[in-house]
């Protein structure tokens, strides 16, 4: 499988099936194996790209001159997407992020929006600079910390009914050098709902009605202040829909895909 250079880092990600392009960008504890349920679903009508962050997976997880040990600072984040999106030379792409990732993900689209076509906000707000968004996450957050983290992912049922997958969703993170802990600057100087607007480039808001991290009541802000934005909720999924509930998020991910066409196609 082949690797991307993001300004000397190697950026491992994988291309799977033919049709129009979904490029997953995964969350802090992911990696491209993560989106395995989405691969084999989706392939067959659509090209799906999965791509390892720096720190995650397969890619580098490059040391500074300065320190002795990796640093991982989200501002790179979005150039590791732009590498493979070049490398590929698409140009209609959907980007989909998971929760970390839809920072990562939306700059990317606004960096490329030659090449992105649409950008899906999957239980994130994409660290878009906007006062009011901010103090509702903020407000989320603060719930959410009262909870163990696999209880923010997954529900409980889920953990009880699906030991295994609930195992395995957790052995995930083990094979990233880059932690939660470690990143920083994720949402530092976010886009503004009007650079968003101006770039032309769609934007989708793909929140599950479970979501401990993120509620649905702070999604549906966004929708309603970022015009032309399209919402999707999922019934009962949880923070990690992706792997919890596979199939309505595929059907959700893969309804927007064959919907969404951003206004300079449409020209």
């Given amino acids: 499988m082949p690797f991307a250079d993001s300004d000397g880092t190697s950026i491992y990600y994988e291309r799977h099936g033919s049709g129009p392009a979904i490029l997953f960008v995964h969350g802090s504890g992911g990696h491209h194996a993560a989106w395995w349920q989405q691969v084999t679903a989706l392939r067959e009508e659509f090209t799906v790209i999965t791509v390892d962050l720096r720190g995650f997976g397969k890619s580098d997880a490059p040391t500074p001159p300065h320190s002795s040990k990796p640093e991982f600072d989200g501002q790179d984040f979005p150039g590791?997407?732009?590498?493979?999106?070049?490398?590929?030379?698409?140009?209609?792409?959907?980007?989909?992020?998971?929760?970390?990732?839809?920072?990562?993900?939306?700059?990317?689209?606004?960096?490329?929006?030659?090449?992105?076509?649409?950008?899906?906000?999957?239980?994130?707000?994409?660290?878009?600079?906007?006062?009011e968004l901010k103090e509702l996450a903020a407000a989320d957050?603060?719930?959410?910390?009262?909870?163990?983290?696999?209880?923010?992912?997954?529900?409980?049922?889920?953990?009880?009914?699906?030991?295994?997958?609930?195992?395995?969703?957790?052995?995930m993170g083990t094979f990233n050098v880059a932690r939660m802990q470690d990143l920083r600057n994720l949402d530092t100087d976010g886009p503004s709902l009007e650079e968003i607007q101006a770039s032309g480039v769609k934007v989708a808001f793909l929140a599950g009605e479970k979501d401990a991290v993120l509620s649905v009541k702070t999604v549906t802000r966004a929708h309603e202040l970022l015009p032309g934005s399209h919402?999707?909720?999922?019934?009962?999924?949880?923070?990690?829909?992706?792997?919890?509930?596979?199939?309505?998020?595929?059907?959700?991910?893969?309804?927007?895909?064959?919907?969404?066409?951003?206004?300079k196609e449409a020209a």
């Fill in 231 to 263: 919402l999707e909720i999922v019934p009962d999924a949880p923070h990690s829909m992706y792997w919890e509930t596979p199939q309505p998020y595929n059907a959700a991910v893969a309804r927007l895909r064959r919907t969404l066409t951003a206004p």
């Fill in 141 to 171: 957050r603060a719930e959410a910390v009262k909870l163990p983290v696999i209880d923010r992912l997954l529900t409980r049922t889920f953990q009880r009914e699906r030991a295994d997958l609930t195992f395995l969703f957790q052995q």
């Fill in 80 to 131: 590791d997407v732009v590498a493979v999106l070049d490398q590929e030379d698409l140009t209609d792409a959907m980007l989909v992020g998971q929760s970390i990732g839809s920072v990562a993900a939306l700059r990317a689209g606004l960096l490329r929006p030659e090449r992105v076509s649409s950008v899906v906000l999957g239980h994130s707000l994409g660290g878009i600079s906007h006062a």
